[in-house]
């Protein structure tokens, strides 16, 4: 009988509730903004937003290490699982993916007769659009699922998934370089809120609606022109939680049912690119 543990990076924007009702555990990146040295999830949402917002320079985000995930795969070999499923952080986002890859190597060639599979997954995205899939893979162990349908599942899933990010000040997106420094300025002469297409390597600006009152019903026109028919979705908010509630009671409106039951809220490593202002929505896009 397979014993299998669901691993994942705190990039993923999942709720602690989330987290110890579905038995996950979640890596959490180091962070260091002006001269405070701390962990995402260490401190309430609500607080980082204020220190980002008073710290002049970009926060510094650590990757985590290879010698991390050797210890993590040792451990959990040690517990006696059968199949460990780690999903990361984009990999074009962070080096993190690759550092868990290397360690896979190093750990199989080290511990030759260690039966464990160590199965890795590049999520392509950010925050819930790999924090909902994340749940789901934990419910289908819990529920006694092969390891190999858990596989395929976040494979499709991984393959097909779209983010959209609407942000509401370009604070963050000009200093992370989001977008070119010049179009940002720009769009803030003239009141445009651009909405970015985060996949893989891909960010795109998509459209630009002007105005905050624009921003949630053009967001709304993306997802229902990019949604794959009767895919589950999400949508993910930062400071002010109205704007996301907004975005749900939209979507709920257009699309005849509700966003997944879980709410989604940046933390440290994703607000400090794309800022605290903003909501955002993922899901299982039409194939092209």
């Not at 669901?6 to 110890?20: H, R, Y």
């Not at 190597?105 to 925050?127: G, K, Q, V």
Request: aromatic share 10%; charged share 25%.
């Amino acid at each position: 009988m397979s014993k299998i543990r669901i691993i994942t990076d705190s990039a993923c924007d999942m709720p602690k509730e989330a987290e110890e009702k579905y038995n996950i555990d979640i890596l959490c990146f180091a962070i260091t903004v002006g001269d405070r040295d701390l962990h995402d999830r260490d401190i309430p949402n609500e607080e980082y937003y204020d220190l980002i917002d008073s710290c002049p320079d970009m926060p510094v985000h650590s990757q985590l290490t290879v010698f991390q995930f050797e210890e993590l795969y040792a451990k959990y070999d040690s517990e006696g699982y059968t199949d460990i499923f780690y999903i990361a952080i984009n990999a074009h986002g962070s080096a993190t993916y690759s550092n868990a890859c290397v360690a896979a190597d190093n750990y199989r060639a080290e511990h030759p007769d260690s039966s464990m599979n160590i199965r890795l997954f590049d999520s392509t995205s950010y925050s819930g659009a790999y924090g909902m899939p994340v749940i789901e893979a934990s419910k289908m162990a819990e529920a006694g699922t092969d390891p190999e349908e858990i596989e395929a599942y976040l494979r499709d899933w991984f393959d097909s998934v779209e983010v959209y990010l609407a942000c509401y000040t370009l604070r963050y997106v000009k200093k992370s370089g989001r977008i070119k420094a010049a179009a940002a300025f720009a769009g803030e002469l003239l009141g445009l809120k651009p909405i970015i297409l985060l996949k893989g390597a891909e960010t795109k600006v998509v459209s630009k609606p002007r105005g905050d009152q624009n921003v949630v019903p053009k967001l709304a026109d993306i997802v229902c022109d990019r949604i794959e028919k009767g895919s589950p979705y999400c949508v993910i908010g930062g400071r002010d939680m109205k704007r996301t509630e907004e975005a749900a009671k939209e979507l709920t409106k257009r699309l005849g049912y509700a966003p997944y039951d879980v709410v989604f809220r940046v933390g440290g490593a994703v607000s400090s690119n794309a800022g605290p202002d903003m909501v955002a929505a993922a899901f299982k896009a039409k194939k092209n």
